[in-house]
């Protein structure tokens, strides 16, 4: 799935890109979450990374697109932006804060769509071996195979992984999509579970090899024990 960021003061072109990237995912038979954003100051107040690319304008109020591209690379070096503007003349300046491309108002879809491929394709190659979280104040890849478990306590977010923990604000239900399904599952609302690390099922309780106890809700017990079999088949064909 893409998760994508426009950051556009003017709603109907915010629309007809948020429109382009549904139909976009539609076409190529997968999903896509689009955060829209009025202008770069709220965009990089609340930034929290996660996103595949970022579509700007460049001249918007209260932060301009170069602003905000500027600060937005001192936290994040690794998202794809793109600029969507009619400033085609401030081309040379995007290359300072390593712009991917730039698409130049009307916005046709076959141009959108051209960078959504190049966008789609790098997500693959980086996206299907982690996850990128922002934890004490820098954006971070945690390797999939790396991690435990997954926990929420309130709105904390924390990750359990084989070396420490990371804790963060979020939500279990956004991290949850990012995560190969196959992999890992849910055994009650508050934890997400490596299958790679299970060691037992005991009554209600599901054992990782590190001794560590998780309880299992009876909501979540069917669908994470098929999960569990699913997962040991697939391992054992292997």
């Given at each position: 799935?893409?998760?994508?960021?426009?950051?556009?003061?003017?709603?109907?072109?915010?629309?007809?890109?948020?429109?382009?990237?549904?139909?976009?995912?539609?076409?190529?038979?997968?999903?896509?979450?689009?955060?829209?954003?009025?202008?770069?100051?709220?965009?990089?107040?609340?930034?929290?990374?996660?996103?595949?690319?970022?579509?700007?304008?460049?001249?918007?109020?209260l932060?301009?697109?170069m602003?905000?591209?500027?600060?937005?690379?001192?936290?994040?070096?690794?998202?794809?932006?793109?600029?969507?503007?009619?400033?085609?003349?401030?081309?040379?300046?995007?290359?300072?804060v390593?712009?991917?491309a730039?698409?130049?108002?009307?916005?046709?879809?076959?141009?959108?769509?051209?960078?959504?491929?190049?966008?789609?394709?790098?997500?693959?190659r980086?996206?299907?071996?982690?996850?990128?979280v922002?934890?004490?104040?820098?954006?971070?890849k945690?390797?999939?195979?790396?991690?435990r478990?997954?926990?929420?306590?309130?709105?904390?977010?924390?990750i359990?992984?084989?070396?420490?923990?990371?804790?963060?604000?979020?939500?279990?239900?956004?991290?949850?999509?990012?995560?190969?399904?196959?992999?890992?599952?849910?055994?009650?609302?508050?934890?997400?579970?490596?299958?790679?690390?299970?060691?037992?099922?005991r009554?209600?309780?599901?054992?990782?090899?590190?001794?560590?106890?998780?309880?299992?809700?009876?909501?979540?017990?069917?669908?994470?024990l098929?999960?569990?079999?699913?997962?040991?088949?697939?391992?054992?064909?292997?």
């Open positions: 799935m893409l998760n994508i960021a426009i950051v556009e003061n003017e709603k109907e072109q915010s629309e007809q890109l948020r429109q382009y990237a549904e139909r976009y995912a539609y076409e190529h038979g997968g999903r896509c979450r689009v955060t829209q954003y009025e202008n770069g100051l709220d965009f990089i107040s609340e930034y929290k990374g996660g996103f595949d690319a970022v579509f700007m304008d460049i001249k918007m109020p932060m301009d697109g602003e905000a591209a500027e600060k937005l690379r001192k936290v994040d070096q690794d998202v794809s932006l793109i600029f969507v503007t009619n400033m085609a003349q401030l081309a040379i300046r995007g290359y300072k390593s712009a991917k730039f698409i130049v108002k009307p916005v046709a879809y076959f141009d959108f769509a051209l960078e959504l491929d190049k966008i789609r394709k790098e997500a693959e980086r996206g299907v071996s982690g996850l990128w922002n934890a004490g104040g820098a954006m971070r945690v390797a999939f195979a790396d991690i478990y997954i926990e929420v306590a309130a709105h904390d977010i924390c359990h992984t084989k070396g420490e923990k990371l804790t963060f604000r979020g939500s279990l239900k956004h991290i949850e999509e990012k995560l190969p399904q196959d992999l890992f599952s849910r055994c009650n609302s508050c934890y997400i579970v490596n299958l790679s690390y299970m060691y037992e099922v009554e209600d309780v599901a054992v990782l090899e590190d001794g560590t106890e998780l309880r299992i809700s009876r909501p979540r017990r069917k669908q994470f098929s999960s569990l079999a699913d997962y040991i088949a697939g391992a054992n064909v292997k």
